[in-house]
């Protein structure tokens, strides 16, 4: 049977609740999001002399969780609009509802006795056959399930979604002891494909396997950062992005999760896995014991590890707590010779190595660190899982790890790891050294461009499943390659589409980068069918080199300049202009220049989370890759006959400069960014390239043929010009913005404006281009500009001056 998801019901509308619910929300999904009747009415309820039988009172709870969840930052919804897909109600007035839907998601306290009860209601009103699952983080699904019948059994699991679950990509199924198969497949399936999630199929075993590992993780710190005499700052600059871990780290991520969330994991561990051979380390240490009983939790309670203060001068700082006398203390800067040694590593993978040899306190924290993990990981195959590749997924996936600890270990080497475990005095499970003794030396290696892992019971090498739907540029990258330099490198994703790759620091956009580009586009149009522009980094682009244009304006190099910027006005024309498909496939931040590179594909296929805007504002400059010209050409697009044209062309205007980047792939639709039927949003990233590939071949399937160029671009020339001048002049004025803002505006206006044309006239999309280098160089030229700029190298920040 072909089970589909239209509706889904949510009960409980908690902070994870819903979440849940509007990410359901996100993917077009209706959901029906219940909680109980409040049992006594509030002081506004009184006032208005309202009754606990009025519908308004009895959605209370319901209605405010949400109101609350989608006010919240970050936002749990990709564009506000799609909360309309979700209906409130509770669960006294409105339980039969539950009947209509697909699946039932249980998200309610975590009290075995209360979810038993829950589930009891939700039977009578169950349509046979519908998917029920609890958001359990711990309680055994096995308990849950008491009770119920046999077609209920059938079809409840827990399914474990990570809080925030829009951001937080692990999707844990934990199977019942009668789960159908079937149920597990499809959940499997649906989490990758639909949710965008890293669908992992867990044991029924206590935190089941990204917590268990997870809270390991952490609580082995708690106690080795008093025995090692290490601060908190220290511990969250080593476990930070010197080893791909969220820039929050260790202490930063628990204030943000609660200190209460995860002193309940911990107990529950402690208390349901007797026989876990570190059993201690789930014990408590007695900081964390003070920090519980003076509520110092973490964000929610305004204080944690970290405390921000405000000082008599109004100034803001961060405090951090001093764990030996428990007193919050200004920050201190951490620093280790071994990670000065590591700056010069760009690939996180290769600094393991050199991590764990350092002479210093750093180099001591990582061998003990990480043996422990390897321990601890090695010795929970077969309890929480049988395969160790899942245990990596759920760690990269519920922790924002870039590596999962058996692909740390690969990194550093399989006999050095035990070597160094050994010196710690910890012991690997007996399976590795099995593994060792059957020939392997590795827990993966990638052939064909698939990636295999260790199978435990066949003592050998398997592919892991699940990627025929995804293209792993790590896995293809040196069998495929057809070109490559400093800033790209070209491969061959098969049936005539090739990919380029940026190499660049952060992605950002220079001149290998586009000579890279250009030589794909030739081979392309030579030997293959379409060309996608995409990567697998954390970013699609942050943009412009803008250090070459700081020096080169410095240097008063201009006519240098204006080759460097007409060379990437050209690049991202011949991206548009080419005999072949071109598709672009954002993700992360995609701004500036890597914006202005999405705006001349042939399609875009870009990832959810894609934060995209033309940010050039904000050192001082206006977008001179293209950008301007094109927001220029796509609001005389959608001039309509008796349209007020100018109000289209404010709304483009404005997108640039206010700087606007959207929070989401869906809110770059409003600013014409991306654009509504020939662009595309997937949900799950990993999927990105394949889809990206599939859209070229089609389009060259289908019959590409050259586009031309456009001479009809429509503007409006002295009538816009004076309406953005008088504009900037008011916002001057009304101190909004200063001077040189005005005069940035002021460049960008004449752009969009088409000049100082006596009347509307159609236009080349050169002569605009012409317009924008020149509005562009100009800038640079300018004192304030190189002040914003150099201040953007120096701090990462925009200066307003």
Known sequence: MKRRIKKVAVVGSGIMGSGIACHFANIGVEVLLLDIVPRELNDKEKAKGLTLEDKVVRNRLVNDALTASLKSKPSPIYHQKFANRITTGNLEDDIAKVSEVDWIIEVVVERLDIKKMVFENLEKHRTPGTLITSNTSGIPIKFMNEGRSEDFQKHFCGTHFFNPPRYLKLFEIIPGPNTAPEVLDFLNSYGEQYLGKTSVVAKDTPAFIGNRVGIFSIMSLFHMVKDMDLTIEEVDKLTGPVIGRPKSATFRTVDVVGLDTLVHVANGIAENCPNDEKHDLFKLPGFIDTMMEKKWLGSKTGQGFYKKEVAKDGAKQILSLDLNTLDYRANKRASFPTLEMTKTIDKVADRFKVLVKGKDKAGEFYRKNFSALFAYVSNRIPEITDELYKIDDAMKAGFGWEHGPFQIWDAIGL???????????????????????????????????????????????????????????????????????????????????????????????????????????????????????????PNFSVGANIGMIFMMAVEQEY????????????????????????????????????????????????????????????????????????????????????????????????TIGMAKVSTSASEAYDTNILQKGKDIVVVNKDRQIATAKAHAKLMAEQGYTQPIRRKDVKVLGKQALGMFLVGTDSMEAGKYISEHDRKIANKLAYVMAGGDLSEASYVSEQYLLDLEREAFLSLTTERKTLERIEHMLKKGKPLRN
């Open 559 to 654: 006519d240098e300049l204006n080759m460097a910027i007409k060379y990437f006005q050209d690049s991202c024309m011949r991206l548009r202009y080419s005999s072949i498909p071109t598709v672009v496939a954002p993700h992360g931040m995609t701004l500036g220049g890597g914006c202005e590179m999405t705006l001349h594909a042939d399609k875009v296929v870009a990832a959810a989370e894609s934060y995209i805007g033309l940010v050039e504002f904000g050192v001082g400059v206006i977008p001179g890759g293209g950008g301007s010209k094109e927001m220029a050409l796509r609001a005389s697009d959608l001039f309509q006959k008796n349209d007020v044209e100018l109000n289209v062309l404010q709304e483009h205007f404005l």
């Open 415 to 537: 006999e050095k790891g035990i070597e160094m475990m050994k010196a710690e005095g910890e012991e690997p499970a007996a399976w590795v050294n099995e593994m060792i003794a059957s020939g392997n030396t590795s827990f993966y290696s990638v052939k064909n461009g698939a990636t295999y892992f260790y199978d435990i019971p066949k003592k050998e090498l398997i592919k892991k499943p699940g990627q025929d739907a995804f293209i792993i540029l790590d896995n293809i990258r040196k069998s495929s390659e057809v070109f490559k330099n400093s800033g790209v490198v070209v491969e061959d994703l098969g049936d005539g589409i090739l990919n380029v790759e940026f190499q660049s620091k952060m992605n950002s956009i220079g001149g290998d980068v586009l000579a890279g580009l250009n030589k794909a586009i030739d081979i392309a149009e030579k030997d293959f069918q379409g060309l996608v522009v995409g990567n697998q980094g």
